[in-house]
């Protein structure tokens, strides 16, 4: 097991809330990439088959250039970013997984869309594009919104990977520390779904741009603060998530935070 590996437990639940240091091999990155090029690009010939060849020259991260020229929040829905079953069970065998089995013993994926399958869900983020960038939450307010269950004595970890990404210039903003207090939020509608938003003011507080570069992974507390960064970049940031379940006697609980 790797130093970083050993740190993980301490590091969720110590002062900063993540993890940083993991990542994945050159060889599992471009695995990843092909996967979710391939559903992406899938995607693009079943909603724009006239346009989807042109897609395909450019790339997955030169999306933006030609993204006009569809209708950008219709084609990405979640469900439209859940990866197939063996592009799952693909990730599930890569060495980061396999680091994270070390650290935590065994452990189960979220399934919260109940597609019946390990949920590992990509996302897409065009330069300039603040609308691709949700506010800063916590996962744990979506389960205390009643999406999801958590199986007995288990808790949650986050893990996030950059795919494509500019170090510095897009990623994943994190707040270190937000998860050992109280945030007020509440629960509003939107695109179909009731998510949490902060009622505090982000200004306020000490937002982190993680420097990641491709095949980088965070792992973070599901109570810590974060959310996706605009992107100052060239090209197109594309990362994955997915939520551990492992068990609770493994990394410890923080204080609860209930709803505020």
């Not at 130093?3 to 900063?16: E, S, T």
Request: glycine share 10%; proline share 6%; with cysteine.
């Amino acid at each position: 097991m790797s130093d970083a590996a050993r740190g993980i437990r301490q590091g969720l639940v110590g002062a900063d809330g993540f993890v940083t240091g993991l990542c994945l091999t050159a060889a599992e990155l471009q695995h990843a990439t092909t996967s979710i090029e391939r559903q992406w690009l899938a995607t693009l010939r079943r909603h724009a088959p006239v346009l989807a060849g042109r897609f395909e020259e450019l790339g997955i991260a030169r999306y933006h250039e030609l993204a006009h020229l569809v209708d950008h929040a219709a084609l990405w829905p979640k469900q439209a970013r859940i990866l197939p079953p063996d592009a799952a069970a693909e990730i599930r065998r890569t060495s980061l997984l396999q680091q994270l089995e070390a650290e935590f013993g065994p452990f189960s994926i979220s399934n919260e869309e109940q597609v019946g399958w390990d949920e590992i869900t990509w996302r897409i983020v065009r330069p300039g594009q603040a609308a691709d960038m949700g506010p800063l939450h916590a996962d744990a307010w979506f389960w205390d919104l009643g999406h999801g269950a958590v199986p007995p004595d288990q808790e949650r970890v986050k893990v996030w990977v950059a795919v494509v990404a500019e170090p510095g210039r897009s990623g994943l903003r994190l707040v270190p520390g937000s998860h050992r207090r109280r945030w007020r939020y509440h629960g509003e509608r939107r695109h179909g779904m009731l998510k949490p938003q902060l009622d505090e003011p982000e200004e306020d507080l000490d937002i982190q741009l993680i420097a990641t570069r491709p095949g980088d992974a965070v792992i973070f507390h599901d109570r810590l603060l974060h959310g996706g960064a605009l992107n100052r970049g060239a090209v197109t940031r594309i990362s994955f998530e997915l939520t551990l379940f492992v068990r609770r006697v493994e990394i410890g609980a923080a204080a609860a935070h209930p709803q505020g």
